[in-house]
């Protein structure tokens, strides 16, 4: 409130000084770089284990590329293939970045030969190589040349994605603008809340540069902050604007309008925000270096549209006036005039205030039934089969791994590191430890053999594995390695042996993330769910609502899972969405959908309310302040919601299927939550325990004129 009354009292000093710091915040971002994370930060359990002993003993494989040539139809043609190869392997011994061209492989059947191409230390361009291979394709067309490896494939999928989120932050402007457009019917009124969240997004990744070096970021927080951040940002925009409004139409000057809108939608915007925060600090939870990163920028960019809302925002409004209803588009204007009366909302609640029971019941019905198929999902780490298939990278490497499971499928790596006296005794181990898993069924030797360190300490050797990536056989695989293969092949080494041993490997470490996920999601959803209670219990006084409050996020988490579950990996509307299902939900994402989704919920809960509260405060019974505040919201939650969903599901229009997750997931949870859960099963809950919601604070009635317990029409008259 203080801050909101020196801002209006001031306002060419707070727009200004809310300028200077936004343009100081940029300028950080230029002076200083942004630190990256590293594959090291990555590292868990026992796979990470494995990758520090192979990148310190210089074990490390350079970089490589591959050319598969198979036939173009039929059968591959020997003669062919030979002379392919002999130009493939000349063109790239002259191409930049290349270090070795290997022996040429060809698979058990003859159907395919592999060129391996070994780069330069530090190589992320393989232009000069695509063309040179290119070229050579070009005079071989009796077969099919193709290049994938490690560089050129990220390089396509960093491409994808910067072309991905490119799209979606030039169409979610324009639509939120459209969306502010119809909540407002005034082109200044609509901008105020894209510039407020603008603004806060363009701060938050300056000053997300030098909190880099404390907690480096990760490629993807960026994105993450334009999505929390406009989404944060119109909604408090929003809660401020709206009730400075109404404030206005009820006759009250500007400066008055504005102090009342901090006292009340101000006081709602700072518990909101405390809850986004709290909500978005159960990533720390997991200590990974991604949710690491995700959390501060997500935790900063909430505070920096907090700080904008109860600072400039006031300013803006005190400066601007009535013009801030300028310039009108009068169908929108009359538009939002008329539904601003409450027509919509008070057609809905009518029958859930008169009906509560039947509404609850309903309305849980829908969610339970929702929330029932997230019994059965399954997480796993990313893998090709998630990519796009219009990557031609993507295409290629699944057809390597096809021909040659032993070096480009599903493998692990096994590790061990002791005396370099040793090394025979534990080069002999490894070798009949390789030919023990052979011969259960589950591995595929590869064709480099045990390699050893130039220091004679560290060994290892590579498995493949006959299986896809997501196969429920590749864990029970790596289990018998680690538990059983591995443990028999050192102890043999006898008691004086003082080894090391490690199973690592792509493998190895989507299972290691899986499990260490699986141990701790638990404690985040207490965490979170802890956190937002004590929030509530705090603001309302109320241990009920605190309570009916952490019930409905869980609602909301399970309705957003099964829809996840059954979209993604029963395959529910891959047709319209334009993916193929893989079978599982990226692991990933619930935990992100759960944090996103339970702090933005809380936005409107909060604000929705602190206006019933308000009411019970002047003196209405519980059941006339539910329906009262809710219909007095409802235009502001269904803005606000409608933003959400919108941006979300841009994000469910790219190609990207981690993206796809995310847009879908978080659109049809806000969706659902601003729906049934916050207009329906909300206020029927409230209205069925009426005064006993707020035990135990008791409202006091104001003595004096006795409020008429009236309900208003609903037929979206002016009532």
Same mark, same amino acid.
Request: charged share 20%.
């Given at each position: 409130?203080?801050?909101?009354? !020196?801002?209006?009292?001031?306002? !060419?000093?707070?727009? /200004?000084?809310?300028?200077?710091?936004?343009?100081?915040?940029?300028?950080?971002?230029?002076?200083?770089?942004?630190?990256?994370?590293?594959?090291?930060?990555?590292?868990? #359990?026992?796979?990470?284990?494995?990758?520090?002993?192979?990148?310190?003993?210089?074990?490390?494989?350079?970089?490589?590329?591959?050319?598969?040539?198979?036939?173009?139809?039929?059968?591959?043609?020997?003669?062919?293939?030979?002379?392919?190869?002999?130009?493939?392997?000349?063109?790239?011994?002259?191409?930049?970045?290349?270090?070795?061209?290997?022996?040429?492989?060809?698979?058990?059947?003859?159907?395919? =030969?592999?060129?391996?191409?070994?780069?330069?230390?530090?190589?992320?361009?393989?232009?000069?190589?695509?063309?040179?291979?290119?070229?050579?394709?070009?005079?071989?067309?009796?077969?099919?040349?193709?290049?994938?490896?490690?560089?050129?494939?990220?390089?396509?999928?960093?491409?994808?994605?910067?072309?991905?989120?490119?799209?979606?932050?030039?169409?979610?402007?324009?639509?939120?603008?459209?969306?502010?457009?119809?909540?407002?019917?005034?082109?200044?009124?609509?901008?105020?809340?894209?510039?407020?969240?603008?603004?806060?997004?363009?701060?938050?990744? @300056?000053?997300?540069?030098?909190?880099?070096?404390?907690?480096?970021?990760?490629?993807?927080?960026?994105?993450?902050?334009?999505?929390?951040?406009?989404?944060?940002?119109?909604?408090?925009?929003?809660?401020?604007?709206? &009730?400075?409004?109404?404030?206005?139409?009820?006759?009250?000057?500007?400066?008055?309008? +504005?102090?009342?809108?901090?006292?009340?939608?101000?006081?709602?915007?700072?518990?909101?925000?405390?809850?986004?925060?709290?909500?978005?600090?159960?990533?720390?939870?997991?200590?990974?270096?991604?949710?690491?990163?995700?959390?501060?920028?997500?935790?900063?960019?909430?505070? +920096?549209?907090? *700080?904008?809302?109860?600072?400039? /925002?006031?300013?803006?409004?005190?400066?601007?006036?009535?013009?801030?209803? &300028?310039?009108?588009?009068?169908?929108?204007?009359?538009?939002?005039?008329?539904?601003?009366?409450? #027509?919509?909302?008070?057609?809905?609640?009518?029958?859930?205030?008169?009906?509560?029971? =039947?509404?609850?019941?309903?309305?849980?019905?829908?969610?339970?039934?929702?929330?029932?198929?997230?019994?059965?999902?399954?997480?796993?780490?990313?893998?090709?089969?998630?990519?796009?298939?219009?990557?031609?990278?993507?295409?290629?490497?699944?057809?390597?791994? $096809?021909?040659?499971?032993?070096?480009?499928?599903?493998?692990?790596?096994?590790?061990?590191?002791?005396?370099? &006296?040793?090394?025979?005794?534990?080069?002999?181990?490894?070798?009949?430890?390789?030919?023990?898993?052979?011969?259960?069924?589950?591995?595929?030797?590869?064709?480099?053999? +045990?390699?050893?360190?130039?220091?004679? $300490?560290?060994?290892?050797?590579?498995? %493949?594995?006959?299986?896809?990536?997501?196969?429920?056989?590749?864990?029970?695989?790596?289990?018998?390695?680690?538990?059983?293969?591995?443990?028999?092949?050192?102890?043999?080494? %006898?008691?004086?042996?003082?080894?090391?041993?490690?199973?690592?490997?792509?493998?190895?470490?989507?299972?290691?993330?899986?499990?260490?996920? #699986?141990?701790?999601?638990?404690?985040?959803?207490?965490?979170?769910?802890?956190?937002?209670?004590?929030?509530?219990?705090?603001?309302?006084?109320?241990?009920? *609502?605190?309570?009916?409050?952490?019930?409905?996020?869980?609602?909301?988490?399970?309705?957003?899972?099964?829809?996840? $579950?059954?979209?993604?990996?029963?395959? !529910?509307?891959?047709?319209?969405?334009?993916?193929?299902?893989?079978?599982?939900?990226?692991?990933?994402?619930?935990?992100?959908?759960?944090?996103?989704?339970?702090?933005?919920?809380?936005?409107?809960?909060?604000?929705?309310?602190?206006?019933?509260?308000?009411?019970?405060?002047?003196?209405?019974?519980?059941?006339?302040?539910?329906? &009262?505040?809710? =219909?007095?919201?409802?235009?502001?939650?269904?803005?606000?919601?409608?933003?959400?969903?919108?941006?979300?599901?841009?994000?469910?229009?790219?190609?990207?299927?981690?993206?796809?997750?995310? @847009?879908?997931? *978080?659109?049809?949870?806000?969706?659902?939550?601003?729906?049934?859960?916050?207009?329906?099963?909300?206020?029927?809950?409230?209205?069925?325990?009426?005064?006993?919601? !707020?035990?135990?604070?008791?409202?006091?009635?104001?003595?004096?004129?006795?409020?008429?317990?009236?309900?208003?029409?609903?037929?979206?008259?002016?009532?």
């Amino acid at each position: 409130m203080r801050a909101a009354r !020196w801002s209006a009292e001031h306002p !060419w000093r707070a727009i /200004l000084a809310w300028i200077a710091f936004v343009a100081f915040a940029v300028g950080l971002a230029v002076a200083m770089p942004t630190k990256a994370t590293t594959d090291a930060d990555f590292r868990v #359990g026992e796979s990470g284990r494995a990758d520090a002993m192979i990148t310190e003993s210089g074990l490390v494989q350079p970089d490589s590329e591959n050319v598969l040539i198979t036939a173009r139809g039929g059968d591959l043609d020997e003669e062919a293939a030979q002379s392919a190869v002999a130009d493939v392997a000349a063109a790239a011994r002259d191409a930049e970045h290349v270090a070795e061209v290997a022996e040429p492989q060809w698979n058990a059947d003859r159907s395919a =030969v592999l060129v391996p191409i070994e780069l330069t230390p530090d190589t992320d361009d393989v232009t000069d190589l695509q063309d040179a291979v290119s070229a050579v394709g070009e005079r071989h067309g009796e077969v099919d040349i193709r290049q994938a490896g490690d560089v050129s494939l990220d390089v396509a999928i960093d491409d994808r994605v910067g072309d991905d989120l490119a799209a979606a932050e030039t169409t979610s402007l324009p639509v939120t603008l459209i969306l502010m457009l119809l909540a407002f019917g005034a082109l200044i009124a609509a901008g105020i809340p894209v510039l407020l969240a603008a603004s806060s997004v363009a701060a938050t990744i @300056g000053l997300m540069a030098p909190l880099s070096h404390l907690v480096p970021s990760d490629d993807t927080v960026a994105s993450m902050i334009v999505l929390i951040g406009m989404a944060v940002g119109v909604d408090y925009s929003l809660f401020y604007l709206k &009730r400075e409004r109404e404030e206005r139409a009820k006759g009250r000057g500007t400066l008055d309008a +504005v102090e009342i809108a901090a006292q009340t939608s101000g006081h709602s915007i700072l518990v909101s925000g405390g809850a986004v925060i709290a909500a978005m600090a159960g990533l720390f939870v997991i200590d990974d270096a991604t949710f690491n990163s995700l959390a501060v920028g997500s935790i900063l960019v909430v505070a +920096v549209a907090v *700080l904008g809302s109860i600072t400039v /925002l006031p300013a803006l409004l005190v400066k601007l006036g009535r013009w801030s209803d &300028r310039p009108r588009v009068p169908l929108l204007w009359r538009l939002n005039r008329r539904i601003g009366r409450g #027509g919509i909302s008070r057609r809905l609640l009518g029958p859930v205030v008169r009906h509560p029971v =039947v509404a609850l019941v309903l309305a849980s019905t829908v969610i339970l039934g929702l929330a029932v198929p997230a019994l059965g999902m399954k997480t796993h780490s990313g893998t090709l089969d998630t990519l796009p298939s219009s990557i031609p990278q993507v295409q290629t490497v699944k057809d390597i791994s $096809t021909s040659f499971p032993a070096d480009e499928g599903a493998s692990a790596t096994v590790v061990v590191r002791g005396d370099a &006296r040793e090394q025979a005794d534990v080069r002999s181990a490894l070798e009949r430890m390789s030919d023990d898993a052979v011969d259960t069924g589950h591995f595929v030797a590869s064709s480099n053999g +045990v390699q050893t360190s130039e220091d004679g $300490t560290t060994s290892m050797v590579v498995l %493949g594995m006959p299986y896809d990536e997501t196969d429920e056989r590749v864990d029970a695989a790596l289990h018998e390695l680690r538990d059983d293969l591995v443990p028999a092949a050192v102890g043999e080494l %006898g008691p004086g042996h003082d080894v090391e041993h490690a199973v690592g490997g792509g493998a190895a470490e989507s299972l290691d993330f899986a499990e260490k996920q #699986g141990n701790r999601l638990g404690l985040v959803i207490g965490f979170v769910l802890l956190l937002t209670m004590l929030i509530m219990v705090t603001t309302f006084r109320s241990v009920v *609502l605190a309570g009916i409050s952490t019930v409905l996020n869980l609602a909301s988490v399970g309705a957003a899972f099964g829809v996840l $579950t059954l979209v993604f990996q029963h395959g !529910w509307f891959s047709g319209s969405l334009d993916f193929s299902s893989p079978g599982f939900v990226i692991d990933w994402i619930p935990l992100f959908v759960l944090v996103v989704l339970v702090g933005l919920s809380m936005d409107y809960h909060v604000f929705v309310l602190s206006r019933v509260r308000e009411h019970v405060e002047l003196g209405m019974p519980t059941r006339l302040a539910v329906q &009262r505040g809710i =219909v007095d919201t409802a235009g502001v939650v269904t803005s606000a919601a409608a933003v959400m969903v919108s941006v979300f599901a841009i994000f469910a229009t790219l190609s990207m299927l981690e993206m796809k997750m995310m @847009g879908v997931g *978080l659109s049809a949870a806000i969706l659902l939550d601003a729906t049934l859960i916050r207009l329906v099963i909300l206020p029927a809950t409230l209205v069925l325990l009426g005064d006993r919601v !707020w035990w135990p604070w008791r409202p006091v009635r104001p003595r004096g004129e006795p409020v008429v317990e009236r309900e208003p029409a609903y037929a979206g008259s002016a009532g």
